[in-house]
């Protein structure tokens, strides 16, 4: 292999590890917004904030249209706006949601450790079903299973499918998935959406105990 094509090649993966450094950064700068919104912003100041995510959200989108994680998060900011702002406007929130988590499944599918199928799962156990929405108990509990056989002992998963059993009756059940999310270990550089999340698990398990 001669000089110039030996300098080419360290170019161009210098370049390649340059843009996947800005793309982690830039993805753990959306975590941490999406947490202080979702856990520390008061409920008045929650619908402006989101906006300003999901602004951000499009524009990670356009900076990497190849790149399967910022259509995941812009989802989740969508769907959590929705959730937040409610109105006519979240249904296509929602529906958008589920389009760019589509696209990410295509491009790759195992994606921020099972994500999309997470986010895929609690849409569908959450959004109304027909002739209102596309939300659909059977697709829920799939997708969700799909997540969790991606990552088992993850908070997230373990704590949509149990939210999603509780919601379905099934106290014993939503009781033991809920332990495994309250149980699962950190995520690096996470700390305040697995201190959210772990607030939430407790207030889901307190639920399902009470049913039984």
Same mark, same amino acid.
């Given at each position: 292999?001669?000089? *110039?094509?030996?300098?080419? @090649?360290? $170019?161009?993966?210098?370049?390649?590890?340059? #843009?996947?450094?800005?793309?982690?950064?830039?993805?753990?700068? +959306?975590?941490?917004?999406?947490?202080?919104?979702?856990?520390?912003? /008061?409920? %008045?100041?929650?619908?402006?904030?989101?906006? =300003?995510?999901?602004?951000?959200? &499009?524009?990670? $989108?356009?900076?990497? /249209?190849?790149?399967? !994680?910022?259509?995941?998060?812009?989802?989740?900011? @969508?769907?959590?706006?929705?959730? $937040?702002?409610?109105?006519?406007?979240?249904?296509?929130?929602?529906? !958008?949601?589920?389009?760019?988590? %589509?696209?990410?499944?295509?491009?790759?599918?195992?994606?921020?450790?099972?994500? $999309?199928?997470?986010?895929?799962?609690?849409?569908?156990?959450?959004? /109304?079903?027909? /002739?209102?929405?596309?939300?659909?108990? =059977?697709?829920?509990?799939?997708?969700?299973?799909?997540?969790? #056989?991606?990552?088992? *002992?993850? +908070?997230?998963?373990?704590?949509?499918?149990?939210?999603?059993?509780? !919601?379905?009756?099934?106290?014993?059940?939503?009781?033991?998935? @809920?332990?495994?999310? &309250?149980?699962?270990?950190? &995520?690096?550089?996470?700390?305040?959406?697995?201190?959210?999340?772990?607030?939430?698990?407790? *207030?889901?398990?307190?639920?399902?105990?009470?049913?039984?």
């Amino acid at each position: 292999m001669n000089l *110039k094509l030996l300098i080419l @090649l360290g $170019v161009l993966l210098a370049t390649g590890n340059t #843009a996947f450094a800005g793309l982690n950064e830039d993805i753990l700068s +959306i975590q941490h917004q999406w947490a202080r919104a979702s856990y520390e912003t /008061p409920a %008045d100041a929650q619908e402006q904030a989101f906006k =300003d995510l999901t602004a951000a959200g &499009r524009k990670l $989108v356009e900076r990497y /249209p190849d790149r399967a !994680e910022p259509k995941v998060w812009l989802a989740i900011t @969508l769907s959590s706006d929705a959730g $937040v702002n409610g109105g006519f406007s979240a249904l296509g929130k929602v529906k !958008e949601a589920r389009r760019l988590l %589509d696209a990410a499944e295509k491009m790759d599918p195992n994606v921020l450790n099972g994500s $999309v199928y997470t986010s895929l799962g609690s849409l569908y156990y959450q959004v /109304p079903g027909w /002739p209102i929405g596309f939300g659909n108990d =059977d697709k829920a509990e799939a997708y969700l299973k799909k997540a969790l #056989a991606i990552n088992p *002992k993850g +908070i997230d998963p373990n704590y949509f499918y149990g939210d999603f059993l509780l !919601e379905s009756g099934d106290y014993a059940q939503a009781i033991t998935y @809920l332990t495994r999310a &309250r149980q699962a270990p950190g &995520r690096p550089g996470r700390p305040l959406a697995d201190a959210g999340r772990r607030t939430q698990i407790e *207030k889901k398990l307190n639920q399902a105990r009470s049913k039984l």
